[in-house]
């Protein structure tokens, strides 16, 4: 007994001799903090890239333009279909794409929008793709499509991206592929979406056309906009920032909280102001007893809402683009709306579509290359579901087509419309065109069908733009 009880005696003597851990420095903890942190992000991102995930992020920002494709980037696309692609240096998805053209190649561009672009299904099922191998079956001669298509662009955008861009690739055809709304988007300021950050375009009668960016570059003073450009390493090379950017993108569209506060990133003063002024009128509401009702953010109002813009008296002093005063539009002389300040939104936008579609051509003409305008069979006008509106401004496709063709008539712009042998569809077959908005790989297949032929009559001079 008296042994065990000096044996713990040694013991409690040794453990009180032995020297107490010594802690880490707050300067130290932090620092294995960021270091496990950085670990546990690596783990993540080597996740998602064994995976294909977190690779939707694909616009880099433009003064000018608003945004354009990234480009050196691998692109999974997951929104209404699926599909990997590589945006090569010129932000393309074709591969070996050379900015000279190859010897005896007839060589097209394509500009639109998503509908074009194609990213909901592979290159190889895309109808670029499929005009590309049919044109040179029929024509026995080496034929290269350039999709330009970049989700969202307007007119104004595709006028600005020819010039700047696309016209240096010297093709031989340009095709102007038309989308819903793309004639009205040419005047929608830019907001919380980033793919809504657009240069404005307008032609007042008498005046001259003018494609103004200061719409685009108020934009990137903004905080998001800062925000966006200090993380471009990001945005270009992590995963995990992609697949923030999907959901981002998905609710700065649909979530109306989300939205409030991308409003304040926006437009921080305006925010505040507009807070302000629903605060006062909450209070002075409470105190008569009466039940106050908040209007909203105007900019939070969908599309098919907003008012239409003010309408510009004067050239901005900083227009990125002008062109010569020829006035080669006439406007409508029944315009399909009623009321007088419509009519003249409704001709504003049908002469600014058209002075569009003409300096396109002209600068087409002047790098040798023809240009006719092509339009694609849209959801909204043969399979309309829940959720997707069919009239923008008192005006469906239908009415927008009418004015597209007009425009293009008064030019002597070809229009090749894919919409007409769509509405021949049996319904199940129109519904199959789209997944919600964005063509199927059958309705690829159906746009290449029908405008492979088109496309070879004005290669082979049967129908000369």
């Not at 620092?31 to 996740?47: R, S």
């Not at 070996?96 to 394509?110: D, H």
């Not at 087409?364 to 240009?371: N, P, T």
Request: aromatic share 8%; charged share 20%.
């Amino acid at each position: 007994m008296s042994t065990s009880i000096k044996e713990r005696e040694i013991s409690n003597v040794q453990r009180t001799s032995l020297p107490a851990k010594k802690r880490d420095s707050l300067p130290v903890l932090l620092g294995k903090i960021v270091v496990w942190q950085l670990l546990a992000i690596l783990f993540v991102e080597a996740a998602l890239f064994a995976a294909g995930l977190g690779e939707e992020e694909i616009f880099r920002l433009d003064p000018q333009v608003g945004f354009k494709h990234m480009t050196n980037k691998r692109i999974t696309w997951r929104s209404e279909g699926l599909s990997t692609s590589y945006f090569n240096s010129f932000g393309l998805r074709e591969p070996n794409v050379t900015l000279a053209k190859p010897a005896g190649t007839y060589r097209i561009a394509l500009l639109g929008d998503s509908l074009t672009e194609s990213l909901q299904v592979p290159l190889e099922k895309s109808f670029s793709y499929g005009i590309e191998k049919d044109l040179q079956a029929s024509l026995k001669k080496p034929v290269q499509v350039l999709n330009f298509g970049t989700s969202g662009y307007s007119t104004a955008q595709e006028f600005l991206q020819l010039k700047n861009d696309v016209l240096a690739f010297k093709p031989d055809l340009v095709l102007v592929c038309y989308n819903t709304r793309d004639c009205f988007e040419n005047w929608s300021p830019p907001d919380e979406v980033l793919t809504n950050v657009r240069p404005a375009a307008l032609h007042l009668p008498g005046g001259k056309l003018v494609v103004d960016s200061s719409p685009v570059q108020l934009w990137m003073r903004s905080p998001r906009a800062r925000g966006l450009r200090n993380f471009d390493f990001f945005r270009q090379h992590s995963r995990l920032w992609g697949l923030l950017a999907a959901a981002e993108l998905d609710l700065s569209m649909h979530n109306e909280a989300y939205k409030k506060v991308l409003f304040f990133l926006t437009k921080p003063g305006k925010a505040l102001r507009q807070t302000g002024s629903e605060l006062n009128a909450w209070i002075k509401a409470s105190l008569s007893g009466k039940t106050a009702t908040s209007n909203g953010s105007a900019g939070f109002q969908p599309a098919s809402e907003k008012q239409s813009p003010k309408l510009a008296t004067s050239t901005p002093k900083d227009s990125t683009q002008a062109t010569s005063e020829v006035d080669p539009v006439k406007p409508s002389p029944k315009p399909t709306t009623t009321t007088g300040g419509a009519n003249t939104y409704r001709e504003l936008v049908e002469r600014t579509l058209g002075s569009l579609l003409f300096e396109m051509k002209n600068e087409s003409a002047k790098s040798g290359a023809q240009f006719a305008v092509v339009a694609l069979p849209v959801r909204s006008a043969l399979s309309l579901r829940k959720g997707i509106e069919d009239k923008f401004c008192g005006m469906n496709y239908a009415d927008e087509l009418n004015m597209l063709k007009q425009v293009s008539q008064i030019n002597n712009i070809p229009v090749i419309d894919l919409q007409a042998p769509a509405t021949k569809l049996s319904d199940q077959d129109k519904d199959y065109l789209f997944y919600m908005v964005h063509l199927t790989p059958f309705g690829h297949q159906f746009v290449a069908s029908q405008l492979t032929p088109a496309v070879e009559r004005i290669v082979t001079g049967k129908e000369t733009p």
